[in-house]
């Protein structure tokens, strides 16, 4: 057995890391400034999308989309309960209700037939969640937005790489919102960014994420001269300072080849795993290209006489850490209650959330980690096997 505990979802960081955030932090400009317009600008590039607006979350990029398309309380919007509870928060941040539709299975994914059951003469938007990495059913779902006259907004949190038919995740709709805090595919410890082809919404989301002040408000104290600022909007505080911009481009420049490690580890795993009382991820649909972000097994509960949350204590007792991604949100005790929700309203949504099991992915992991995490999960799975 491992002799020290391999942390779940630990970030790889590197010397050319430290030496980017130390060249800013030296710079004396530290705040939002032009490492964080240099982020954006690649960012966009990267995408394909015409304007990139770097925030302070995901959270915060998906609340500033939905005002940016005038969310207004009685909206709903339609979402998957297979996200993490933030996905769902913006929604009622942005004053609007959540309501949840129904997922694949197997995939997680939130299933186009399920949506439509869920639109009412207040639906204004489709959030789908592209989960683990893989790429929703892009259009079926736009099909659906343009039948019913609704806009789209794609949490892309877990899809920096995710491509569907040869088109990046993010840029489908009116907004994508990505994520770059700790345990993401790239970390900047914490950040998010909302990429758009629409000039307005870009404006919109770039006031709003300092105050409501004019756009350029960061230039005020440049060497451009004083500025005037003036407040146009009720705005937030939700700005991406420099400091976490530079550890952002630095990190950037092993997206790739951080994902083709991910993608050998994912082989790895799935060959060691494919004959034991638990399914594995199907493979990418095709035209698409998986993120990898999350390497998540079903339990076969039947052929087991142990639940998940036992499978992952005993992952714990042999140094290993896993997740779970998610627990269903329509189970969680604020969404039951506030919205009277019950665990068999969305019954696909509850049976891959009481199976589903994330195992460690980094980039960082060495080989021996690899056969670490496959020598427990066997172990494991061949014990307790009914
Ligand atoms: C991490 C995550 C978020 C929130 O991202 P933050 O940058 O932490 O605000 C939103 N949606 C999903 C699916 C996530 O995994």
Not at 67 to 79: A, F, K, M, N
Not at 152 to 176: K, P, S, V, W
Request: contains cysteine; aromatic residues 10%; charged residues 20%.
């Amino acid at each position: 057995m491992r002799d020290h505990f391999l942390v779940f979802g630990a970030p790889v960081l590197t010397e050319e890391d430290l030496e980017a955030v130390l060249a800013t932090f030296r710079s004396g400009w530290i705040g939002t400034g032009p490492k964080a317009a240099e982020w954006e600008q690649t960012f966009a590039r990267y995408t394909g999308a015409k304007h990139a607006v770097s925030l302070s979350s995901c959270t915060a990029a998906l609340h500033l989309a939905m005002l940016s398309l005038g969310i207004q309380p009685g909206d709903e919007v339609i979402t998957t309960p297979m996200t993490f509870c933030a996905t769902a928060n913006a929604i009622l941040h942005a004053g609007a209700r959540p309501v949840f539709a129904d997922v694949d299975p197997r995939t997680g994914l939130i299933q186009p037939a399920e949506i439509e059951r869920r639109i009412t003469p207040r639906t204004r938007v489709i959030l789908p969640v592209h989960l683990a990495g893989r790429a929703c059913s892009m259009r079926e779902i736009l099909a659906l937005c343009e039948a019913w006259g609704l806009a789209l907004i794609e949490d892309c949190a877990h899809a920096i790489e995710t491509l569907y038919e040869g088109q990046h995740a993010g840029t489908f709709g009116r907004a994508g919102c990505f994520s770059f805090y700790v345990t993401k595919n790239l970390t900047a410890i914490e950040g998010g960014m909302v990429i758009t082809n629409d000039q307005d919404i870009a404006e919109q989301i770039q006031t709003r994420a300092l105050h409501g002040l004019t756009a350029d408000a960061w230039k005020r104290f440049s060497d451009a001269g004083f500025k005037h600022y003036e407040m146009v909007s009720l705005g937030y505080k939700y700005n991406f300072p420099d400091v976490h911009a530079a550890l952002a481009l630095s990190q950037f420049k092993r997206l790739e080849t951080n994902l083709q490690r991910r993608e050998a580890i994912w082989r790895r795993y799935d060959a060691a795993f494919a004959n034991l009382p638990c399914l594995i991820p199907p493979p990418p649909e095709p035209g698409t290209r998986h993120a990898r972000h999350l390497y998540t097994l079903l339990l076969d509960l039947d052929a087991l006489t142990i639940s998940r949350d036992r499978f992952l204590d005993e992952l714990h007792q042999r140094n290993i850490g896993g997740g779970v991604h998610y627990l269903s949100l329509h189970l969680h005790r604020y969404y039951r209650e506030q919205f009277g929700l019950r665990p068999q309203d969305y019954p696909h949504a509850l049976w891959h959330s009481d199976r589903t099991v994330s195992l460690p992915l980094s980039a960082g992991l060495t080989e021996a980690d690899v056969a670490d995490v496959i020598e427990a999960v066997t172990d494991v799975l061949t014990r307790f096997k009914r």
